[in-house]
């Protein structure tokens, strides 16, 4: 069995890679998705978020122990489904900074900067609002204003421009800097995962065949050329099976650096210490493991307004009949509707982001607390802090050993601090003070640097944005070049999240489809 390329990953980047390759005529395209079919119907309703943890739709990983975090393993859920992440996620559409793209250009990746980039994110676009220079219309992604935004977001967004930010209307227009509701990747009630978005319509062509439930152990490489993959189906039957162009990573920060040290293509001496036969040696493979951390802040409401315990019989019914009948209220929510880019003092750009949840969400959901309330969520937008993604053994079924090492760089912790007393400035504005009864983490108690940092290294959490374990450059610390081609090998890109050089200032899905977008030119270039 052959096909001119091979897609690992069904997620983000691989629908757009499936959707871009197969508009050419003629080209034979398999995409390969360990986990489901996007069947769940918690899936598409942007409200069933929350009910997205269990192992069928999600790989639900856990960090190493964090010796910042007072060494707990901080959860780490993955989308195992097609669509990935995006089939899981909050729908948040954001960018990035110019600045971002500007220094991966300077990094020495040609063709990355912000001017280069800015057409692939317009050509995904379907925008339900905004077409200028920076928005496009007509793409396969649609991206939308929420349709009925909570009374606790617009309150916070109002209270950041009492605590001195500007309002914007467009986080991704002139300036990311300000106060607004996000939009979402999500349109008429109905999440619009990029499954949806690019795939099920590429679907319909006659170059593209999708296997689910099929997991890649890894890469064939022969005389040093990627030819093909081992694939294993639900049953644990294998078989191989040939690229006649090009192996196509695109399983994540995390499932593609353990594909490449899987097949041998990694640190020689981690290998061995597997009991892996290195195939090519290749060093930067799981380094440069960057992640944002959620610093957040939970409030008691006075009234019970928020999200909490709609998620529970018999209290479900009935905005599970109001989505049914209307697609609006509560189902129809994001979850994290509003927020703000601020900057901390003596920086130039926005470099934290703090927004609001209407619901308790503590561990990234994790651990439950009783009552009514609400959850400001806040990172330092650009972490110095550095991990790695490992082999646990040569066994694939065996998760890998994910360390972020959060919180190691010491400016990473003086943000954490910094984001917490800033959060606590903005509810103290009358639109948000009004709706509190009293804060219930950290606690009215925790005033002193160490009784906050005591508060972060118990409750700080995954903010799902991993990002440069094939890290894209020309040097010893990188696994790609700025075309994508894994450095040493022909016959193998990775075209995904991995590759960023550094992590860019917000959320990732958006940055993840333009990064597919232009690697899909890439490749058709050298068809």
Known sequence: MSFDYIIVGGGTAGSVLAHRLTETPGIQVLLLEA???????????PGGVGMLFGPSVNWRFKTVPQPELDNREIWY??????????????????????????????????????????????????????????????????????????????????????????????????????????????????????????????????????RTGARVLRIVVDRGRAIGVVVADRRGRTQVIRAQREVLLASGAINTPRLLMLSGIGAPDELAAVGLDPVHALPAVGKNLMDHLNTNVHALTREPISYDGLDEFPRLLGPGLRWLLWRTGPAASVIVEGGGFFTSPGQTRPDMQI????????????????????TINSTYLRPESRGTVSLR?????????????????????EMALHLIRTIR????QPDMARHIEQERLPGAHAKSDEDIMAYVRQYASCDYHPVGTCRMGDGPDSVVDANLR?????????????????????????????????????VKSSM
Do not use: C
């Not at 400035?425 to 103290?428: G, H, I, K, N, S």
């Open 355 to 374: 927004h609001i949840a209407p619901a308790t969400v503590v561990r990234g959901g994790q651990t439950r607390l009783p009552g009514n309330g609400f």
């Open 77 to 210: 859920p993955q989308g195992k489904t097609l669509g990935g992440s995006s089939s899981i996620n909050a729908m948040i559409y954001i960018r990035g900074q110019r600045e971002d793209y500007d220094h991966w250009a300077e990094l020495g990746n040609k063709g990355w900067a912000y001017d280069d980039v800015l057409p692939y994110f317009t050509r995904s676009e379907d925008n339900s609002r905004l077409v200028d220079r920076y928005h496009g219309q007509g793409g396969p992604q649609a991206v939308s204003d929420q349709t009925n935004p909570h009374e606790l977001s617009t309150s916070f967004v109002r209270a950041a421009q009492s605590w001195g930010l500007p309002y914007n209307p467009d986080f991704n227009g002139e300036t990311m800097a300000g106060a607004g509701l996000y939009q979402v990747t999500a349109r008429a009630g109905f999440r619009r995962s990029q499954a949806t978005s690019f795939l099920r319509p590429a679907r319909r062509r006659p170059g593209l065949t999708v």
């Open 486 to 522: 894994v450095h040493g090998l022909d016959g193998l890109r990775v075209i995904d999240a991995s590759i960023m050089p550094k992590l860019v200032s917000g959320n990732t899905m958006a940055p993840t489809m333009m990064i597919a977008e232009k690697g899909a030119d890439l």
């Open 425 to 428: 400035e903005v509810l103290a």
């Open 35 to 45: 986990g489901s079919r996007d069947l769940n119907p918690m899936i598409h309703v």
């Open 393 to 413: 053994s040569a066994d694939p079924a065996v998760p890998p050993a994910i360390d972020p090492r959060y919180l190691s760089a010491g400016r990473d912790r």
